[in-house]
T-cell receptor, first 111, second 115 residues
């Protein structure tokens, strides 16, 4: 029962262009969404989050968009840099504590 | 991932032995969460604890697994009589409060290998 889905296992983007990572969810009780970035042999690093009362949140090069009616969120990274190459996880919560993670998307930024 | 400290980073056990994984949360954080990641998968929630209390253990197997977060010292995830299927990366996270507006911050994990 995958409540959070990241349907693209990988994404390749040229340096300087926009990276768009997508995430879909099925549980309408989710009200808080987060994106994490993970390098090999390290733990996930928090990037950005959004509450269900908003449809957009921006922090520097990172913007998260939430479409509640479609149960879809996306992470935009612009401009993309080689150091952004990592696995990106979408996560959601509906009860204020545990996170439900997607399977991740591998982002490769080519220089 | 400065702040949340997990040890050991790597742990090798033979089938039937016990594994103890430790997690010290970020300074000032009183909420601790344990997640498990199998190869090619996302992280799966196991248990949520506050000091001396288990708040939610809905993701933890009923047998062989236990967790604690004592008044003093780190949180411990204990796996008794380990089996090959327990091989995974175990991540601990901490937060200042409940999730809204308080993202969980993760340690670098313990990679458990069962021989």
């Amino acid at each position: 029962d995958q409540q959070v889905k990241q349907n693209s296992p990988s994404l390749s983007v040229q340096e300087g262009r926009i990276s768009i990572l997508n995430c879909d969810y099925t549980n309408s009780m989710f009200d808080y969404f987060l994106w994490y970035k993970k390098y090999p042999a390290e733990g996930p690093t928090f990037l950005i989050s959004i509450s269900s009362i908003k449809d957009k949140n921006e922090d520097g090069r990172f913007t998260v968009f939430l479409n509640k009616s479609a149960k879809h969120l996306s992470l935009h990274i612009v401009p993309s840099q080689p150091g952004d190459s990592a696995v990106y996880f979408c996560a959601a919560s509906g009860n204020g504590n545990k996170l439900v993670f997607g399977a991740g998307t591998i982002l490769r930024v080519k220089s | 991932n400065a702040g949340v400290m997990q040890n050991p980073r790597h742990l090798v056990r033979r089938r039937g032995q016990e594994a103890r994984l430790r997690c010290s949360p970020m300074k000032g954080h009183s909420h601790v969460y344990w997640y498990r990641q199998l190869p090619e998968e996302g992280l799966k929630f196991m248990v949520y604890l506050q000091k001396e209390n288990i708040i939610d253990e809905s993701g933890m197997p009923k047998e062989r697994f236990s967790a604690e977060f004592p008044k003093e010292g780190p949180s411990i995830l204990r796996i008794q009589q380990v089996v090959r299927g327990d091989s995974a990366a175990y991540f601990c996270a901490s937060s200042h409060g409940r999730l809204e507006g308080q993202p969980q911050h993760f340690g670098d994990g313990t990679r458990l290998s069962i021989l």
